[in-house]
């Protein structure tokens, strides 16, 4: 057994740790929890009524799963950096979960003309760039190995190249009208893309899709074509309707 081995086990006596999703003793993630993680994405822009303008479509965007349970108990404990410890497995699993998305017909359709794709993190906040708690861009880094995986041809690329600028308010607990207001205008790519380059949006959560549009239109106006977005969980719509977004 190697030292820091020893010293996790002995941590482990002192602070016992228990699954971040269930709490189930001496797990860092049990089984059922890692399974909730690595779940073959489904489509989930219904429940996100920001993702589409007045006559247009809205953005194809994929979920793992629903917000809710110990679902978002993962979520919540490894964006806030409370667990730490579950960084790996939830990064494992995000990957797997992409690697089977790669292979979705309607994801496959979107990219069917495209040699390369370019997987873009929505942009992080200030505080957590300064923080180094850029939780997306590691997701991001995760999906771009599972679409690699799982593709079998084109370029796969990640490229952190969104900055959020103003839009300080944070989204939690306020509409969907203040989340526009709170986005609009608020994202601008640092550089240009290549014309024409299809960008896959990552996030952690879409409650409203107003990150997401936002990051859309700043990948679309620095010459990408945004085709996609992959999130780890989606809330409920304004009407709680579960759209084609499964359990």
């Given at each position: ?8 086990d002995a941590g482990r006596l002192v602070l016992p740790v228990e699954c971040a999703g269930c709490g189930r003793w001496d797990l860092v993630l049990c089984a059922r929890c890692v ?203 304004p009407t709680g309707a579960a759209g084609r977004l499964a359990s």
């Open positions: 057994m190697d030292v820091r081995q020893a010293l996790t399974r909730l993680l690595s779940r073959p994405p489904v489509r989930c822009e219904q429940r996100a009524p920001l993702l589409g303008g007045a006559g247009t479509s809205p953005l194809p965007t994929w979920s793992v799963g629903q917000y809710r349970g110990s679902l978002r108990a993962i979520v919540l404990a490894w964006k806030t950096g409370r667990r730490q410890d579950i960084a790996p497995e939830v990064l494992t699993a995000a990957e797997q979960a992409a690697t089977t998305w790669a292979h979705d017909p309607d994801l496959r359709s979107l990219l069917t003309d495209h040699d390369s794709v370019l997987v873009v993190p929505v942009p992080s906040g200030w505080r957590r760039r300064v923080a180094r708690r850029l939780v997306v861009a590691d997701l991001a880094d995760a999906v771009a190995r599972g679409l690699a995986a799982g593709r079998h041809e084109g370029e796969v690329l990640v490229a952190d190249v969104l900055r959020r600028r103003g839009g300080s308010a944070h989204q939690a607990g306020i509409g969907a009208r203040a989340r526009i207001a709170n986005r609009r205008g608020t994202v601008r790519a640092r550089a240009r893309l290549p014309t024409g380059t299809a960008v896959v949006l990552v996030d952690d959560v879409v409650t409203t899709g107003a990150s997401l549009a936002a990051s859309a239109d700043a990948a679309e106006a620095a010459g990408g074509r945004t085709v996609a977005a992959f999130t780890l969980a989606s809330t409920a719509g």
